[in-house]
């Protein structure tokens, strides 16, 4: 038992300095090495070329089942995209066909309706694209002067924007037209509520949001309902869209226009053969 326990002491000891040794054989080899190479070792050199090369090899081919991997990964997940993207777009075809059938349903109802009720259709408007030069905007009116050139306007052509109504013609001279625009203290517009169809009239007071006047007691009116003209006085045709309910209180509703009325450049002058009207009733009373 003695000579084992100090044969496994001894063995110990051993591999204690072999570890302490290790380090310093290891930095001795590098250091030999790198003099070798310095020498320009021919024999070295080969050997150094060869073992890169090698090394080189091994890992191109352990790269290999890496970048397989990579592309596989890639691969099943677009099409786990593709297959998303595709439920997607089923569902949103299922949606048109849908929309596709109703409509082409109520095309049907329509004439049917028209055909019973002899319905007149309205007749094409024709409108002109103008300029407009200056502006009036103070505590007094809100106008504009637009370049009609030699076009075809009239008092009471209605002003339209790519939004929205605009205002209409007040005053026409020679290669110029005056506009009285929504927010104009003497503009008053009948209007009503795009969905729930109540109506009440558009009154301008010269600020950028004009208010709802006229308007039922008991009218449900909210935050965010569109306002289109209700084609009463046969001033506006009905269905023109005006702006939205920005605030509604117990004194007054308040309707931002949807055209932005300061940055306007070009308007569209739209006749809808109302101008004799217009003239003629003025006629009447000035009589």
């Not at 099409?79 to 299922?94: G, P, Q």
């Amino acid at each position: 038992m003695k000579r084992r326990r100090s044969l496994f002491l001894h063995l110990n000891q051993l591999k204690l300095l072999a570890k302490k040794f290790a380090l310093v054989i290891l930095f001795l080899a590098a250091l030999a090495l790198m003099l070798f190479s310095k020498n320009q070792n021919p024999v070295l050199e080969q050997s150094t070329g060869a073992t890169t090369s090698l090394v080189g090899a091994i890992v191109d081919v352990l790269v290999v089942p890496a970048k397989m991997l990579a592309r596989s990964y890639g691969f099943f997940s677009d099409l786990a995209t593709i297959k998303k993207d595709n439920r997607i777009l089923l569902e949103e075809n299922r949606k048109l066909r849908l929309l596709k059938d109703k409509y082409e349903a109520l095309e049907v109802e329509n004439k049917l309706l028209s055909d019973l009720l002899n319905y007149v259709p309205l007749p094409e408007v024709d409108f002109v694209s103008v300029r407009v030069v200056a502006e009036e905007s103070d505590a007094f009116a809100h106008s504009m002067v637009a370049y009609i050139g030699n076009k075809n306007v009239a008092k009471g052509d209605v002003v339209l924007s790519d939004r929205g109504v605009v205002g209409r013609v007040d005053k026409v001279a020679p290669y110029y037209a005056k506009i009285i625009l929504i927010t104009d203290i003497n503009s008053n517009i009948p209007v009503m509520t795009e969905k729930t169809r109540i109506r009440g009239v558009l009154s301008g007071d010269n600020t950028t949001i004009p208010k709802l006047v006229f308007v039922p007691l008991d009218a449900e009116i909210s935050v965010g309902d569109r306002i289109v003209t209700s084609g009463v006085s046969g001033v506006f045709p009905a269905g023109l869209p005006v702006g939205q309910v920005m605030s509604v209180n117990k004194s007054e509703i308040k309707v931002k226009p949807f055209t932005t009325l300061e940055k306007l450049e070009y308007v569209r002058v739209v006749k809808y053969g109302i101008e004799g009207l217009l003239h003629t009733s003025e006629e009447e009373t000035d009589e």
